[in-house]
C-alpha cells in the first residue's frame, strides 16, 4: 500500500471491532498514527497491540460518544497530546432491527443519540482545530440503508439517511476551509453488529452470500482518504439500486419487494 505522507493523526470511533478495527490496521500499515476510540477497553488494547506487533504506531481511548462530556473531553486530550487531528472517522454505530410499533422510545433515542448526536458532537470537537490549520477529512460511515429503507429498519434507515443529510450539508459549510467530507454507504457486512441489530440471526443468515468482508470495506476508506472522494456506495450494484429508488421509488419497492422483507 502507498505510504500516507507526515505520519497523520487519524482518530477512528468504533475502532474495537468490524470495519473501525480493520481500517485502523490498514491506516498503521501505510504510516498513519492511529488513534482507537471505543468503549470496550479491553478489545481497543488488543487492537493497539495488534498495530504495534506489526510496527505502527496507536494511542487509545474508551469513550461513549452518546456522552458529550466525555467526548469533549477524550478529544481535547487528543489535540494536546498530538497537536493535531487530521482525518476522523466516524465509524461508531449500532442498529437494531424491529417494527417502529414494537420498539420503545428508548431505543430509539439511543440510536439517535449514537449514530448521529454522537457523530455530530466528535466532528464538532475536531472542526475547529482542522479549519485553523486549513486541512483535515471527516469520514463518516453511514449505510446504503439510509438510501433505501427496508422492513423492520425504519429507524435504523432514519439514523443513517440523517448522517447522509449532515455530511451534504457540513460539505458546504466547509467549502473553501480546506476540509473535506467523505460519505460511506455500504451495504451488510460481516461484522458484530447483527449480533445487536439481528439477534436470531434470521436476517445475517438470508443475505449471507452478500456480505462484505470488513477488510474489503475498510481498503475503500483508506482510499477514500487518499482521494478525498466525497461519497461511496458498497457494493456498486447497491449504489445503483439506490439511484434507481430516487427515481423510481414505487418500481423499486414493487420489483424488489421479496428482498426488502428479508428482515
Not at 460518544?65 to 461508531?92: E, M, P, T, Y
Not at 429503507?149 to 448522517?163: D, E, G, N, P
Request: aromatic letters at 6%; glycine letters at 8%.
Amino acid at each position: 500500500m502507498m505510504s500516507l505522507s507526515d505520519n497523520p493523526i487519524i482518530v477512528i470511533t468504533g475502532a474495537s471491532s468490524g470495519v473501525g478495527k480493520e481500517t485502523a490496521l490498514l491506516f498503521a500499515r501505510s504510516g498513519a498514527i492511529t488513534v482507537l476510540l471505543a468503549r470496550n477497553r479491553e478489545r481497543l488494547k488488543s487492537v493497539a497491540a495488534a498495530i504495534e506487533q506489526r510496527g505502527g504506531r496507536s494511542a487509545a481511548s474508551t469513550v461513549d460518544i452518546n456522552d458529550a462530556g466525555q467526548v469533549a473531553s477524550v478529544f481535547g486530550k487528543i489535540i494536546a497530546r498530538f497537536g493535531k487531528i487530521d482525518v476522523l472517522v466516524n465509524c461508531a454505530g449500532f442498529g437494531m432491527f424491529e417494527r417502529v410499533d414494537e420498539m420503545d422510545l428508548e431505543t430509539v433515542r439511543k440510536m439517535f443519540g449514537v449514530n448521529i448526536v454522537g457523530l455530530i458532537a466528535c466532528t464538532k470537537a475536531v472542526l475547529p482545530q482542522m479549519i485553523r490549520q486549513h486541512s483535515g477529512q471527516i469520514v463518516n460511515i453511514a449505510s446504503i440503508a439510509g438510501k433505501i429503507a427496508t422492513t423492520r429498519s425504519a429507524v435504523y434507515s432514519a439514523t443513517k439517511h440523517a448522517v447522509i443529510g449532515f455530511s451534504d450539508g457540513l460539505r458546504l459549510d466547509l467549502k473553501n476551509s480546506g476540509v473535506t467530507v467523505t460519505v460511506v454507504n455500504p451495504g451488510p457486512i460481516r461484522t458484530p453488529f447483527f449480533k445487536t441489530a439481528d439477534p436470531d440471526g434470521h436476517y445475517a443468515a438470508s443475505v449471507e452470500r452478500f456480505m462484505m468482508d470488513p477488510t474489503f470495506v475498510a481498503a475503500k476508506v483508506v482510499r477514500a482518504v487518499r482521494t478525498k472522494k466525497r461519497e461511496i456506495n458498497l457494493p456498486w450494484y447497491m449504489g445503483a439500486c439506490s439511484r434507481l429508488y430516487q427515481l423510481c421509488p414505487r418500481l423499486v419497492e414493487h420489483l424488489g419487494g421479496r428482498w426488502m422483507d428479508l428482515k
